[in-house]
């Protein structure tokens, strides 16, 4: 009998997904509402898979993930939450957990998604791996325009002070520059970001992250 402890700060969610998992012919859950009282049942149990919520007051999921992986490294554990994972992807990566799933999610993927735990998978729903991998081509393509825009110091000066919503006349006096000469850089940095308006430029260069540090 493959062994599961859900952790939940939610009672009814907890009792309610452990009514569900029951329902399988070789599956046994047992619930905790707190960390605290998860790690004093790990003392004298052992179980093959356990699900933690993500959100709790005295820890968070990632969080007793960690203070159980010290206590068995060979844990395996699903982070079970109702709020998008991929804000928080560094924090699951680091916490040791071996998959996520949604609240949100059917029976047939909750159940799919433990027998996965057990064998090392994960169970990824395409919609993170779409943001996952648009995420990564859009700032690909950011660090590829930002490198073939060469700009010397005095127009990214320039650039800041568009960006700050300042017109030519203050940009001049804040740079000690002739009107004419700043017109002749304003020319020159639209031709290097490819763009006519001063609008266009500054939506341009946040867009690339241009003046990033």
Same mark, same amino acid.
Not at 37 to 42: G, M, N
Not at 49 to 78: C, R, S, Y
Not at 128 to 147: G, M, N
């Given at each position: 009998?493959?062994?599961?402890?859900?952790?939940?700060?939610?009672?009814?969610?907890? =009792?309610?997904?452990?009514?569900?998992?029951?329902?399988?012919?070789?599956?046994?859950?047992?619930?905790?509402?707190?960390?605290?009282?998860?790690?004093?049942?790990?003392?004298?149990?052992?179980?093959?898979?356990?699900?933690?919520?993500?959100?709790?007051?005295?820890?968070?999921?990632?969080?007793?993930?960690?203070?159980?992986?010290?206590?068995?490294?060979?844990?395996?554990?699903?982070?079970?939450?109702?709020?998008?994972?991929?804000?928080?992807?560094?924090?699951?990566?680091?916490?040791?957990?071996?998959?996520?799933?949604?609240?949100?999610?059917?029976?047939?993927?909750?159940?799919?998604?433990? &027998?996965?735990?057990?064998?090392?998978?994960?169970?990824?729903?395409?919609?993170?791996?779409?943001?996952?991998?648009?995420?990564?081509?859009?700032?690909?393509?950011?660090?590829?325009?930002?490198?073939?825009?060469?700009?010397?110091?005095?127009?990214?000066?320039?650039?800041? =002070?568009?960006?700050?919503?300042?017109?030519?006349?203050?940009? !001049?006096?804040?740079?000690?520059?002739?009107? &004419? !000469?700043?017109?002749?850089?304003?020319?020159?940095?639209?031709?290097?970001?490819?763009?006519?308006?001063?609008?266009?430029?500054?939506?341009?260069?946040?867009?690339?992250?241009?003046?990033?540090?």
């Amino acid at each position: 009998m493959i062994q599961i402890l859900l952790v939940d700060d939610h009672p009814l969610v907890g =009792e309610g997904t452990k009514l569900i998992i029951n329902h399988e012919f070789d599956m046994e859950a047992h619930f905790e509402s707190s960390g605290l009282k998860a790690l004093e049942r790990l003392k004298t149990q052992s179980f093959d898979v356990m699900l933690f919520d993500l959100h709790m007051p005295e820890q968070d999921g990632f969080e007793l993930t960690k203070k159980v992986l010290e206590i068995d490294p060979n844990a395996k554990i699903l982070i079970f939450t109702e709020y998008e994972m991929f804000p928080n992807l560094d924090l699951f990566m680091e916490s040791g957990a071996v998959g996520f799933i949604s609240k949100a999610a059917t029976k047939d993927q909750l159940i799919r998604a433990i &027998r996965c735990a057990l064998n090392q998978e994960i169970v990824i729903p395409i919609s993170f791996l779409q943001e996952i991998y648009h995420r990564t081509v859009h700032s690909s393509q950011r660090e590829i325009a930002k490198e073939s825009i060469s700009l010397s110091e005095k127009e990214k000066k320039i650039i800041q =002070e568009l960006v700050k919503g300042k017109t030519n006349k203050e940009i !001049s006096q804040e740079l000690f520059m002739g009107q &004419r !000469s700043l017109e002749y850089s304003l020319t020159s940095i639209f031709h290097k970001l490819g763009v006519q308006t001063r609008i266009e430029a500054v939506v341009k260069v946040k867009e690339i992250g241009l003046l990033d540090h």
